[in-house]
């Protein structure tokens, strides 16, 4: 089944806007327009660093890739010590998922700032997974 790539970051992101944050449905086309235009700079802002590094640096054309291997890692570390925290706030004690490694953060209530900023690292956390995991649009 063939299923558009961006399909699923979009409806975990609207989820999680109006649902679970209850933020205004009107800043939705605002922050997905805002993504697109950060999504083509970083194309190009990546685009450019590999074509220092492999033309101007002299380093060969592996050496984008050398360098994507650390951006991996931390971006798995991220995820790895991060995932899990929203929702271990809201269940019972026995059912609360656990951050993959290290402890769950305490239960703290934030102003929508701090939620919108700690929902935007989570979109972003989503894309990086979705990014790695899903190349051809098939899922």
């Known amino acids: 089944m063939w299923v558009p790539a961006g399909y699923h970051f979009e409806a975990w992101y609207v989820h999680r806007h109006a649902e679970v944050h209850d933020f205004p449905r009107e800043w939705i086309p605002s922050t997905f327009a805002k993504a697109a235009t950060w999504n083509h700079a970083l194309a190009v802002g990546a685009g450019l660093v590999a074509n220092l590094l492999a033309e101007w640096l002299h380093l060969g054309p592996v050496a984008p890739f050398v ?32 951050p993959l490694l290290g402890p769950a953060a305490p239960p703290v209530q934030a102003s929508a700032g701090a939620r919108f900023w700690r929902s935007f ?6 894309l990086l997974v979705q990014g790695l995991g899903v190349h051809d649009g098939f899922v």
């Open 121 to 126: 690292q989570e979109g972003l956390r989503c």
């Open 67 to 98: 360098l994507a291997v650390p951006c991996l890692v931390a971006c798995g570390w991220v995820v790895l010590t991060d995932w899990g925290e929203e929702e271990s706030k809201g269940a019972p004690e026995g059912d609360k998922p656990r």
